[in-house]
């Protein structure tokens, strides 16, 4: 085998390194990455002149440096390079952000590393002060590594290496920083900053829970559930000396006792939740005691740990004595539910398979038809989700000029929709960024003032619309936010149920409160506040299996489900090279969107023309005929006040003062298909049923799938099998389910997958 070596660059690079103080080895070309010569004396000297010459002037030699103490050297090494979401960030993007932003990227060396093409990241930092040895720092939740710190008792391949030096080829580069001029030096402190944030990145496996319980327990309530569903644990971890950073991600970063909040945070609350949505605190500060590091705690585990030192049974009875009513209630919760399981052997009924829903091109006439047809050709979403996310935006730049009066009450551009899809296959966050391509070309702020990326609590929402606070002497103590128009883009709508499906939460009503437009209130005692006049709208994605897992009969029963619009929808095309729609293509519709939006804004009460009267008299009585019961019959209730808001919002997107037929025909389009999607998504879904049982069971156990054993053991053996078989045929038919057979000890075993 030839190699073509530059030995003056190897050399070169290794004397640089020994001026800086760093102990330089020669690394083997074979791709081992192990040392061509012992190393452990190295560990605590730095090899001479001379050295050096004999291992890079002839023998040919990667270069290695030795990290921990001998070197001042600390490495952190991320091998992980997939992107993290949809625009391709990884998480070394995101640690390099979380640097930048305290002030620690310019006292590193950033080496690009062979790893994924040039992907890996290698980051130098110098310490004043003792280096640990090395540690896996974070985690996916599959186990696979994101990052490590290369400490104590360990090396690293440098830049000057031949490319054979690592079993991928390819070359260590500088990307920030030059071998000539050595890094400043860090102290302790930071550079316990720097690892937290590596450890931030980690997943939270049921392993690392601080208490050992199962997250499918199916038993009688237990008093610290009943805990975690209304204690709110922040306010005792402030007590005990932990401070807020910030919040984002539809959480709190907090900064553990003793450490400057400036320097970083040491944990995260509410970032992870449970599988119940319960929020935890997922510690990594090895300084954070009593909390341990690694381990994640949900609001019973805290509350145990600060106040009974770990004692979880006197932490049970505590909480006998704070929450009595609410455990009473559960247990009688529970009692029903199964009382209600034990006599669900009842006959079902014929299903009726629901076809995909078809868009009506009523939906796609005026400005929002133009866009969507110019967009489409360029782009892999389907037009259907490009046409709801524009008429909500449309609906949330216009604000609460514009309204209908029905019996008094305002309706005004105000939506909430769900696009909800088979997978990320389906193309729902595409969607919305050709919105956003569209809003930047004339109002690049507007995103920027008005929107937000999630929901993390009640109290969140409100902070956002908040009201101006006025002291008893008249002085304005919180600005607050005048314009009260918000665009929550969620991303992850499971999280919005899974929060809002906790007693002790208040998103659910704040929600349902800002579709009613009335006034919000937070009754945080330490931050109260209100927000009167707001004009929320909200764009949730999801897919089809997390939507029918997570929506839960209280947010149907109270009537958060039915405030949203639910859209079906897919790929509609393929597009291997992505889409050409430039902004000057786009330009001259953005304008017309704006400046409509804009005029529309100063209208009052919009009435329906005699016309459109006639045309609505028919389609409401449509609407109370429709024979939908169950969870269709209750997701679709709003089907009036929907069409009227989608109608006044066709209106305007014309420039017009009155509803007139073309709208109002435009406006039951979309909301017809809404309704066959939610007809499409819950077909035969009573809550009751034997097939909807098993329906639950099986998404719950995911890819892994339900086995015969386990829906017979579902129903306690009060439904007989031949009656489990039927209602497993009945899923099948309809597409919901399919049949697999795995390799067992003995015969093939026989599962059930969720489609």
Sequence with gaps: MNFTIDVNKSLLYSQAFRLHGLSVIPIRLDG??????????YQSQIASESELQRWFGKEQA???????????????????????DETETTFADLFESELEERGLLTLCWVIATPRGDGAGRHYYFRVNGEIPTSEKLAAKCNGELICESRGDGSYVIAPGSPTTAHPEGGSYTFVFGKPTVAPDAITSSQLESVLDICRSFGCSSDTNVSRKSKQNYEGPPRPGDVFNSNYDPLPLLLEHGWQVRHESNGGTYLTRPGKNVADGHSATYGVIRDDRGWPLLHVFSSSAAPFELGKTYDPFGIFA????????G??????????????????????????????????????VVTPWPVMDEAAYRGLAGEIVHKISPSSEADPVAVLLQLLVVFGCIVGRGPYVGVEGSPHFAKLFVVITGKSAKSRKG???????????????????????DGIGSGEALVHLVRDTRVDAEGTVTDAGCPDKRLMIQESEFTSILKIAN???????????????????????KTNPAKSTGSHICIVGHITNSELQMNLRQIEIANGLANRFLFCCVRRAQLLPHGGALTDAELLPLAKRFISTASASAKLGEVRRSPAADLLWERIYREMADEDDDGMIGSLTARAEAQTLRLSL?????DGS?????????????????????????????????????????????GDAGASRTDLRDLFSGHVKGDRIEDAIKKLENGGKIKREHVKTAGRQKQILIAK
């Design 32 to 41: 081992s990455k192990a040392p061509v010569t012992a190393w452990k004396q």
């Design 62 to 84: 990667g270069v290695g440096i030795v990290c921990g103490n001998v070197s001042k050297l600390i490495v952190i090494d991320f091998d992980y390079v997939d992107p993290v």
């Design 649 to 653: 919002i066709y209106a305007l997107l």
């Design 305 to 312: 740990t600060l106040e009974f030192n770990g004692d979880y």
């Design 657 to 701: 003062s009155t509803i007139e037929v073309t709208h109002l025909e435009s406006a039951y389009a979309v909301w017809r298909y809404c309704r066959d999607s939610v007809r499409y998504l819950f077909f035969g879904t009573s809550g009751d049923t034997v097939a909807d049982r098993i329906m639950e069971r099986i998404r719950a156990a």
């Design 502 to 524: 906790r007693d002790s939460s208040t998103l659910s009503p704040m929600i349902r409160n800002a579709w009613d437009n009335r006034t919000l209130r937070n009754v945080v």
């Design 430 to 452: 595409t969607s919305w960024g050709r919105i956003e391509q569209l809003l930047r070309l004339t109002s690049p702020m507007w995103l920027e003032n008005h929107a937000a």
């Design 314 to 351: 006197a932490a049970a009875a505590a909480a006998r004595e704070t929450f009595p009513d609410e455990i009473e209630a559960a247990y009688k919760r529970f009692e029903q539910i199964e009382a209600d399981h034990a006599g669900c052997d009842t006959e079902l009924e014929d299903e």
